[in-house]
């Protein structure tokens, strides 16, 4: 049976059909985001930290 990864973000709010995509570390911690979720974390911690270095991979 294949384990689907659904967005963690998503589940917290009642939705937990909705794929997780975008894989998220922080420290030994991992979340599994969708596309929306993902993008608003990231926004959220450029602006915590300031200026990111996106698209650098
Ligand atoms: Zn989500």
């Known amino acids: 049976m294949a384990r689907m990864i659904t967005c963690d973000a998503c589940r917290k709010s009642?939705?937990?059909?909705?794929?997780?995509t975008v894989p998220l570390t922080i420290g030994p911690d991992e979340y599994d985001l969708?596309?929306?979720?993902?993008?608003?974390?990231?926004?959220?911690?450029?602006?915590?930290f300031g200026t990111t270095k996106e698209n650098a991979a």
């Open 14 to 20: 009642g939705n937990g059909d909705v794929p997780g």
């Open 34 to 48: 969708c596309e929306p979720h993902a993008k608003k974390f990231r926004t959220h911690f450029a602006d915590l």
